[in-house]
């Protein structure tokens, strides 16, 4: 804990008529056997100096500097104590909204101004107070990648990884490496200048894999199982002489994808016709020469068999009885029966609208130029998605010949007799046609092959394969926008098409990426640090295991799996595999985890620590915020910063997550006579943005349980109320927290208030 703080107050950087010398005096006065050193300086970027040499003069254990919000200017302090923050610029100074008829004090600054700097200032030095440096829990890590996947994008993450210096175990299912990629000898453009397609030489990237000294190869293998944690995996292959054990540090899963099946586009006649082929498979008859038609339709269109699929669904949906969900699953064979699952499952094909885009291009291409120009191929999109450069692709297409390309709504595919007739309305021609080819080529759905197709065996609590996240609809992601690369088990990260449908060029990046998070992951744990997205951080949680009651709610509410338990339930932590989001510490009821810098006493003491009016008619409402330090922080930040401001009543928190949101803290805050709560966090749901998955999902949860136990107490739920924002919706945040505070009001005082 710090025992000896030194206080600084950022002049320039406060403003707004903020009695600052007075702030300081109550900080002297109120903490004097704490604070040994209390200054108002002019500038706090420029008294770094002076501040170093402070900390060792008077022995400070811990740095309190009040001026602009740590996301401003942070990254400038860099000392050998802790190092807290209070934010009297954006979220006081820039973001009070001066009430009607609010009194002034004997500097003519608004009083409620001067005693919301008050509190946020001894919310700070308690905040420091409670905090400790944590130990470090690094661990001796094994530098060495595993790979699983041999196709583009696993060769590609092996070739990367053993040019750092890593070494590499590849594994592939299959007897030969390669993949899909084997059956693409020409692929879209791979380099500059992006406007014709290329040989893919996926031989001399096989041949640069094997013949790597730091790449070991196991083919017909699989993964049987991943234990322990970042730094420390133990990988179990079994091969076809038997079980594999290796040591590995990190992992990449680059299993890529399997067709969509072909039940889905029957309606458009494939698996029906044998001159209806899906893209893929038209590829590899490509390649082994075996397309004779002459006149061939690329179709971009499959709003005609999602209809009949969804259609198919809702009918047997609606022909269900009793607590039958929908109708019976079709019996082998059959292609045309669906249940409603399945509407989750078509959406395949409109996520792999950018692949087969830029591949049918490329298939137009090379069919026209294997027959000498003799063949016409027609593309027929609904929509044309090519993604940056690659436009430069489809430009040259555009002029190439024997390519013919239409906007079109393609309503018919049909059996002519020698040919076949693709009925095309609303096309760029302006008019209606028929179109008579010999063969149409249809999208292919890439679904990743992940969980039950290729099992990473993972010997966690939580179960062998990926948590099922239906949202991604089996794509291996924890967060798209902000993470693109990791999944939901530290250490462990996704490229290519298993993470989403990917352009060649696409996957040799994300094979790139990928492998730099995969190092880092191992040097992090190397140093006992965080990979993200806390980056850095040391801290990781401390259980009591004395207390412990072996309720295993830390371990099933941890996203990430970083608790394994033993057969009583007690928790055995994985430091490595923590993303020190604070989940687990939300979730216990007797309080056994914390961090060194984050635990449930700190936070509690800095709810105490604000002064709450008895009077609630004639000195107004106080109204505590727990914000989401990713998304909810920074977005009052920014609001703060761009002249937007919001009640005066209010006091902010950060906490990392909601999910570490303890319901003491809602408990000590009705104690010490807090009108209400707001939880402000990232969104969830079908449009989630956590940043720890499911951190704000489950504090809605405990939000239910809270709204039982206020209700036996006399107290309205309604008091405590958890709102979502996003990082970029700064500005409906006032109006959230302003209307909050109005049904506050309106409601009157806590029942509890001065008791």
């Known amino acids: 804990m710090a025992g000896k703080i030194g206080v600084y107050f950022d002049l320039e950087n406060i403003g707004g008529g903020l009695d600052v010398e007075g702030l300081a005096a109550q900080v002297r006065d109120k903490w004097a056997d704490l604070t040994p050193v209390v200054k108002v300086v002019p500038l706090l970027a420029g008294a ?207 299993t890529g994808w399997k067709p969509l099946e072909d039940k889905y586009l029957a309606s458009m006649g494939l698996g029906e016709d044998p001159r209806v082929v899906h893209a893929a498979e038209f590829g590899k008859m490509l390649a082994a020469d075996q397309v004779t038609a002459r006149r061939i339709a690329f179709v971009l269109d499959t709003t005609m068999a999602e209809e009949a699929v969804r259609k198919a669904a809702e009918d047997a949906a609606e022909a269900a009885t009793g607590e039958e969900a ?42 026209c130029e294997k027959t000498d120009d003799a063949t016409q191929a027609f593309i027929l999109y609904k929509d044309m998605t090519v993604p940056g450069i690659l436009e430069r692709f489809y430009k040259q297409m555009q002029d190439r010949l024997g390519v ?152 099933e509410e941890c996203p990430f799996g970083a608790l394994d338990d033993d057969e009583k339930g007690t928790p055995k932590p994985n430091p490595a595999r923590c993303r020190r989001c604070g989940t687990c510490f939300g979730a216990c009821p007797e309080r056994v985890i914390s961090f060194a810098n984050y635990n449930i006493d700190q936070i509690g003491s800095m709810i105490r620590e604000v002064q709450v009016p008895k009077d609630f008619k004639s000195e107004g409402p106080r109204i505590l915020i727990l914000a989401c330090e990713n998304d909810a922080y920074p977005a009052l930040d920014m609001a703060g910063a761009r002249g937007k401001s919001w009640s005066p009543y209010c006091r902010v928190i950060p906490v990392r997550c909601l999910g570490s949101v303890n319901a003491i803290w809602v408990s000590d805050a009705m104690s010490k006579g807090f009108d209400g709560v707001m939880l402000l966090g990232c969104k969830y749901g079908d449009d989630y943005q956590c940043h720890f998955v499911k951190g704000s999902e489950i504090c809605n949860r405990r939000k239910e349980n809270i709204a039982e136990t206020l209700n036996r107490l006399g107290v309205q739920p309604e008091r405590v109320e958890q709102m979502e924002v996003a990082i970029d919706e700064y500005d409906k945040v006032p109006d959230l927290i302003d209307g909050f505070v109005a049904r506050i009001t309106a409601m009157g005082p806590n029942p509890f208030k001065g008791m």
Request: aromatic share 6%.
């Open 326 to 367: 929908a109708a019976p699953a079709a019996e082998e064979g059959e292609t045309k029966s669906f249940v409603k699952e399945d509407l989750e499952s078509i959406k395949h094909l409109r996520y792999s609208n950018v692949v087969n885009s830029v591949g049918m291009l490329r298939l137009a291409n090379t069919v």
């Open 404 to 555: 013919m390309m239409t906007k079109a709504d393609v309503t018919d595919i049909r059996d002519a007799g020698s040919h076949m007739v693709v009925e095309c309305k609303n096309t760029l021609l302006g008019m209606d046609f028929d179109l008579d080819v010999d063969m149409v080529v249809l999208p292919t759905g890439l679904v990743p092959t992940t969980a039950k197709e290729v099992t990473v065996g993972f010997d966690y609590r939580q179960g062998p394969d990926f948590p099922d996240l239906a949202l991604f609809d089996g794509f291996a992601d924890s967060n798209y926008i902000c993470f693109p690369y990791e999944t939901r088990r530290t250490g462990v990260y996704a490229a290519g098409c298993v993470r989403q449908p990917l352009t060649m060029d696409a996957c040799e990046e994300d094979a790139r990426g990928a492998v730099l998070k995969a190092i880092q992951c191992i040097e992090a744990a190397g140093h006992g640090v965080a990979v993200h997205p806390r980056s850095g951080d040391l801290s990781y949680p401390v259980f009591n295991f004395v207390r412990c009651t072996q309720c295993k709610r830390c371990t």
């Open 48 to 254: 770094i100096a002076e501040i170093s040499e402070d900390i060792t003069a008077q022995g400070l254990d811990g740095v309190l500097l009040c001026g602009a919000s740590p996301r401003v200017d942070g990254e400038l302090y860099r000392f050998p104590v802790q190092v807290e923050y209070v934010n009297l610029r954006e979220l006081c100074v820039q973001a009070y909204k001066n009430p009607d008829n609010s009194p002034v004090d004997k500097n003519n600054a608004p009083a409620l101004l001067s005693l919301m700097a008050r509190d946020y200032v001894n919310m700070g030095v308690v905040k420091l107070q409670k905090s400790a440096v944590p130990d470090s829990a690094a661990i001796t890590t094994v530098p060495r990648v595993l790979v699983i996947g041999g196709g583009w994008t696993g060769l590609t993450a092996a070739l990367e990884a053993a040019a750092t210096g890593y070494e590499v175990v590849l594994v592939e299912k299959s007897a030969q490496l390669g993949g899909a990629a084997s059956n693409i000898p020409m692929g879209s453009p791979l380099k500059s200048p992006w406007t014709d397609k290329e040989a893919t030489c996926v031989s001399g990237k096989i041949a640069a894999v094997t013949e790597n000294d730091k790449i070991t190869v196991y083919c017909n293998a699989v993964m049987q199982k991943l234990e322990g944690q970042p730094g420390e995996f133990t990988a179990s292959i079994a091969t076809e002489k038997g079980t594999v054990t290796v040591q590995v540090g990190a992992a990449v899963l680059a």
